[in-house]
């Protein structure tokens, strides 16, 4: 699974994929990198939201 830790104990999952022993890196196959690309969508979105630490979150969850 893959995920953005928000805070100490608070995580947005934004999906998963099997990740085979000999390939290191997520750039190295194709659903990895789709994976790789998902979260950099989510952090741009949690930036632009202003969701930075679990209360933001949790305020953002509340008015959205």
Known sequence: ????KIDE???????????LPLQHLMEDR???KE??????????YLKDNGIFDE????EFLKEN
């Open 35 to 44: 994976e790789l690309r998902k979260l950099e969508c989510a952090k741009e």
């Open 30 to 32: 194709v659903h990895t």
């Open 55 to 58: 209360d933001s979150f949790f």
């Open 9 to 19: 104990d608070v995580f947005v999952i934004t999906g998963g994929a099997i990740k």
């Open 1 to 4: 699974m893959y995920a953005i």
